[in-house]
């Protein structure tokens, strides 16, 4: 049978009038007031015991007494005027009898019908989505709603762990509601917040502190600046950026899976020279990381040999320096010499005597003299003076300051020997002869 909703349970009693007498097809008696029902019966066969026990069971009264407990089963005489009634109405879960009291009880006469009407009770189902979104979700079902199971919720930076509600002990991803189920329904939605990861490519850089994953809940952070030996750092490409950007940051609420590529640009370094009075040409005066190794060009100066450098990552006085590939940093270097140039003796002379001269200790030949001199170099030191007497050459006279000297000499041809000397070291000397007495 077709049940829509609602099940129509007619009972039709049909109550057939016949004669008290033993004539069967006889014509009835008109003095006659007694008849009764031959038979109450099902009057379409949309009526059984299957489909009434569907929905729920009843009890059938004649005359205040109970009968049946199954009104299905009718089949007795029932004189017309007999008093019914329909009681102890059980409905099913999931069904509502729409029948009211007076409805379910009356007099029985020539075509008395009986209908009881059932309907599915329509249950709500309520959703909890907390800040989630949902399609295709049922709202409602009835008892013989096929079974279906709860659609699954999406939330914009969160993974669905499951439904919570009606039936449920744990949250649950796939909720089962099959047939046959009653009630209304709530049901919450559970989420955790997906965990996006970070993926850096540092080209030969190098970074700490910095985050590898996130979730949308995280704070405001921004990506740790890398470095790199020998470049600056341009900035990050990646994703969200439209170009070289140093200061990324990812804003709470942000979402996805993200990878940045560091940039980088090769530094210069400069390389500076004090020379000293030096000259120096092809000369490298700047340079970087992948800048091949190379050798400091060697200084010249007039009169001056090169000592070495001395600055930059050397201890020493050094002759040879080498910028190897690879270094970094600014540079500067000094260039020292040693003085090569001797000083020069423009003259030396007697500016008076030899005179002779009484002194405390004897007589003696007075004489005077005079040296004029220079240096190129490092410029005079000192100007010395020897005599030469009869054990050789003695005595060491400084005349830096005037450049003159006196001697008193025995009789005799004597020599003066005069030696310059600049502050390298260097030396020239000269003798001038005297001839005294």
Do not use: H
């Not at 039709?12 to 069967?24: H, N």
């Not at 009634?85 to 009986?114: A, D, F, H, M, R």
């Not at 919570?164 to 009630?183: C, D, E, M, R, Y």
């Not at 003085?339 to 007697?350: F, L, N, Q």
Request: aromatic share 10%; proline share 2%.
């Amino acid at each position: 049978m077709k049940v829509q909703n609602k099940l129509k349970i007619i009972i039709a009693i049909i109550l057939s009038l016949i004669s008290i007498c033993s004539i069967v097809f006889g014509r009835y008696s008109l003095e006659t007031e007694k008849k009764e029902v031959t038979n109450i019966n099902i009057k379409t066969c949309e009526f059984n015991i299957a489909d009434f026990s569907k929905y729920g069971s009843a009890d059938l009264y004649i005359d205040g007494k109970k009968e049946f407990s199954d009104i299905s089963v009718l089949n007795k005489k029932y004189i017309i005027g007999t008093k019914y009634e329909i009681k102890n109405v059980k409905v099913k879960e999931g069904y509502t009898l729409k029948n009211n009291n007076s409805e379910l009880s009356g007099t029985l006469n020539n075509n008395t019908n009986i209908n009881l009407s059932f309907e599915q009770n329509n249950y709500t189902i309520s959703y909890t989505l907390n800040g989630g979104n949902i399609s295709n979700e049922k709202k409602n079902y009835t008892v013989e709603t096929n079974s279906f199971t709860l659609p699954i919720p999406t939330k914009t930076g969160y993974n669905f762990v499951g439904w919570t509600g009606t039936g449920l002990s744990s949250a649950t991803k796939n909720v089962n509601v099959p047939k046959g189920s009653i009630g209304n329904r709530n049901y919450t939605a559970n989420w955790s917040a997906t965990n996006y990861q970070i993926s850096y490519t540092l080209n030969g850089g190098t970074m700490s502190g910095q985050k590898t994953n996130y979730t949308i809940e995280n704070n405001n952070f921004i990506l740790p600046t890398p470095s790199r030996t020998g470049y600056n750092f341009v900035g990050w490409t990646g994703t969200g950026l439209s170009s070289a950007t140093k200061n990324v940051t990812i804003a709470k609420g942000s979402v996805g899976n993200k990878s940045y590529t560091a940039n980088w640009s090769i530094i210069n370094y400069s390389i500076s020279y004090t020379l000293n009075g030096g000259t120096i040409s092809n000369q490298k005066t700047s340079y970087n990381i992948e800048t091949a190794s190379f050798n400091l060009v060697t200084p010249i100066r007039n009169g001056y040999s090169f000592k070495g450098w001395t600055g930059t990552n050397l201890s020493s006085v050094t002759k040879n320096v080498t910028i190897a590939k690879g270094s970094v940093g600014n540079k500067s270097y000094t260039a020292n010499w040693v003085d090569d140039i001797k000083p020069t003796i423009s003259r030396a002379w007697v500016t008076s005597g030899p005179t002779y001269e009484t002194r405390p200790s004897g007589y003696g030949y007075k004489v005077n003299i005079q040296v004029d001199c220079s240096d190129a170099g490092s410029g005079i030191n000192r100007v010395l003076t020897y005599y030469e007497g009869d054990n050789g050459w003695t005595g060491e006279t400084n005349i830096t300051s005037t450049k003159t000297d006196s001697f008193w000499f025995k009789p005799g041809l004597r020599k003066i020997r005069i030696v310059v000397v600049d502050n390298a070291n260097n030396s020239s000397e000269t003798i001038i002869s005297v001839q005294c007495g």
